[in-house]
């Protein structure tokens, strides 16, 4: 209960915990485990008028953020206690443990395994700081950003501040990306007690980095983060972003962020190094064995993760040309193997994401049928892809029958209902079959042998 009051609901950390510990009991991840999966109410929060859902994203922002005179309180351990309590008495066969993918969501379900993510999101409230002002943001926050660090001897803190993607929350709160450096009790001791003896640990590996700039031990600040602005265009704003900024009502006309010292590990899915020591030691200690998953993007292990669901299921007789593509934190684990459907997770609904997923649809076997869900993060930020886009192009890639499921299209991409409607889409799908007995790691390694990879994922 604790520490269920200081982590974030929308975070992809947090929804990894939350649905594979859902599927490892045969329950599902509904309205991201935190509400009711009603198209009803989504169809009604989705019908209001623009200003006043763009108020209710701003509302969800200040109830999810920390009150600053509770910052103090906040322990990562607190949070590992959380996660750890999330799934069963073990053994487990697998851990998977690092960076956050959606595509790693539905390969620690397939075999089984527990997650255990790296970084972890706490949001601050705050209503003082003005989204196109990061230097006043850095200002304001480094207290804070150095009392989390100094609190939390485990973790690295990166606030994160992105007028972008996440303009509607931050007018009411922080983002305080929580990233591990070394296991902590929790963690340590769950993958000793849970994890079967020979047991094997994936660790999960996304290289990707970006600019930051230190505030204190441990503690740094990120401006920008993976979407449809670059990290060129957030340090050096164009007229592309002046346009936004003009749309937005915005004071500004130009991002001014403080001179970055370092590249770091990206702040929500960047893997840090300095976790891999303490697993190995672990590992070497009770005999498991350690695998390692790395590719740079998170949306890299995409194409991967769906062509081993379809060599999968086609070993089990099962149909391997009904594809459905998940978006952000809108997935459900149960649900597709349940429907026996071949996952791709998109990061988000950007252009990069949508740039990935065309050149997989352009390269791969083609899909009888292809089912799209998005996510809405409250406003047209710079990048996102319309929804005509997104139609057109599973439409021209699948052989019969390409749609867009879960999303009230007038409102896209302030579709406030979003969360409470795409679990019950994804149940009306046809098709329903028993859930297949997990895949081992030789599995995996079997398909890899054959699998004609483009050197973008590694599999160690």
Request: net charge negative; glycine share 8%.
């Amino acid at each position: 209960m604790r520490a269920a009051r200081f982590h974030t609901d929308f975070d992809s950390g947090v929804n990894m915990v939350r649905a594979l510990g859902r599927f490892l009991r045969g329950r599902d991840h509904g309205a991201m485990s935190v509400g009711p999966a009603s198209p009803l109410l989504a169809d009604v929060a989705a019908k209001l008028p623009y200003a006043v859902r763009r108020r209710a994203y701003i509302g969800m922002g200040l109830q999810q953020g920390v009150p600053l005179h509770r910052v103090h309180d906040v322990r990562s351990e607190d949070i590992a206690h959380w996660i750890t309590e999330q799934y069963g008495p073990g053994p487990y066969p697998v851990i998977v443990i690092g960076s956050a993918s959606g595509a790693v969501l539905h390969l620690a379900a397939a075999l089984g395994a527990p997650y255990l993510p790296q970084t972890t999101l706490v949001s601050v409230r705050d209503r003082a700081t003005h989204p196109d002002d990061p230097a006043d943001a850095i200002d304001r926050l480094a207290p804070i950003t150095r009392l989390l660090a100094r609190n939390n001897p485990d973790i690295s803190v990166y606030h994160m501040h992105d007028p972008a993607q996440d303009r509607p929350m931050l007018q009411g709160m922080a983002y305080m990306r929580l990233k591990r450096a070394r296991l902590g009790d929790r963690l340590r001791r769950f993958i000793a007690e849970r994890l079967a003896p020979g047991g094997t640990v994936i660790q999960v590996e996304c290289t990707r980095t970006w600019r930051s700039r230190a505030v204190g031990e441990r503690a740094y600040f990120q401006f920008g983060c993976l979407g449809g602005v670059s990290e060129e265009e957030y340090h050096n704003s164009g007229g592309r972003i002046a346009e936004y900024l003009a749309a937005e009502g915005s004071e500004y006309r130009v991002w001014e962020p403080p001179e970055s010292d370092a590249r770091r590990a990206e702040a929500e899915w960047g893997f840090d190094d300095a976790l891999s020591a303490e697993v190995r030691e672990l590992a070497d200690t009770h005999g498991f064995t350690v695998r390692r998953l790395v590719a740079e993007e998170p949306q890299e292990f995409s194409p991967l993760v769906a062509d081993l669901h379809r060599w999968w299921y086609g070993r089990l007789d099962r149909p391997t040309d009904r594809l459905l593509a998940e978006c952000y934190v809108q997935w459900d684990p149960m649900w597709v193997l349940r429907l026996g459907v071949v996952p791709f997770w998109l990061r988000f609904n950007m252009e990069p994401s949508y740039q990935e997923f065309a050149g997989y649809l352009a390269d791969a076997e083609p899909y009888r049928t292809i089912h799209l869900n998005l996510f809405s993060q409250g406003l047209r930020s710079p990048g996102v892809v319309g929804i005509d886009r997104w139609r057109k192009l599973i439409q021209e890639h699948a052989r019969e029958h390409g749609e867009i499921i879960g999303v009230d299209e007038r409102s896209y991409p302030a579709d406030l209902g979003s969360s409470l409607r795409f679990q019950p889409a994804f149940a009306e799908l046809p098709g329903r079959f028993p859930i297949p007995s997990p895949l081992r790691v030789d599995d995996i390694d079997t398909f890899v042998e054959g699998y004609a990879a483009d050197g973008r994922v590694s599999w160690r």
